[in-house]
Structures are given as structure tokens and as C-alpha cells.
């Protein structure tokens, strides 16, 4: 089982920075990538960036050039740095981590939400 605990949210202007830290822990030997989800209220879900255990990243295009996704191995931790923040981007921002392939399964594992708000 791995852990995730997010930290890094809290209330800012439009034009702001925030990193977002996610921390992990448990069985952290074996985690194939990271990423994290945002969800506004009454909106759906969505997914802001992921990065591979090779580093490898992607991000949504509501995000691009404005957040950056990044990996410490050594510490288990994911970072998110969000630059030019917009009041658009006020959501619980939601750390993930997927697991190797072991038994024919992925698992999944989700951190309790860090909330950022982006004030106009």
C-alpha cells in the first residue's frame, strides 16, 4: 500500500505562484507514476498533469505553460508548481500515484485534497 499527503494550498491572487508538494509513503519501491486531478465545485474531475517514473510528462492544455509537474525519487515526492494562477484554477487539488504491474493488477492511490484558491 503507498500513502500520499498533500500540502502547498492556500489562498492567493490572480498572477500568484504555489507549489504543491505530495509526499509518499509505504510500499514507495514500486510506483509507476504520479500525477494530480483537480475538482472545482460542481465540475467534473479533471486531470492537471501526470509524470512517469522516467520522467516523461504531460499536462491539459487548460494548464500548459503556466504549471509544471516534477519528481524527487529520492524523497517520494511530487511537486506541482503553478504559476499566473486564475481564479479558474480554484479547486481541491487531488495528488495520485499508480502502482507497478504486480498479479495482473495496477493499484491506485489517492491523497485527501489540497485546497487552492485563487482570488480575482
Known amino acids: 500500500q503507498v500513502q500520499l499527503v498533500e500540502s502547498g494550498g492556500g489562498l492567493v491572487q490572480a498572477g500568484d505562484s504555489l507549489r504543491l508538494s505530495c509526499a509518499a509513503s509505504g510500499d514507495t519501491l514500486c510506483i509507476s507514476a504520479m500525477g494530480w486531478y483537480r475538482q472545482a465545485p460542481v465540475k467534473e474531475r479533471e486531470l492537471v498533469a501526470v509524470i512517469t517514473s522516467i520522467g516523461s510528462t504531460n499536462a491539459a492544455d487548460s494548464v500548459k505553460g503556466r504549471f509544471t509537474i516534477s519528481r524527487d525519487n529520492a524523497k517520494n515526492t511530487s511537486y506541482l508548481q503553478m504559476n499566473s494562477l486564475k481564479p479558474e484554477d480554484t479547486a481541491v487539488y487531488y495528488c495520485?500515484?499508480?502502482?507497478?504491474?504486480?498479479?495482473?493488477?495496477?493499484?491506485?492511490?489517492w491523497g485527501q485534497g489540497t485546497q487552492v484558491t485563487v482570488s480575482s
Open positions: 495520485t500515484a499508480w502502482g507497478c504491474l504486480v498479479g495482473g493488477r495496477v493499484d491506485n492511490y
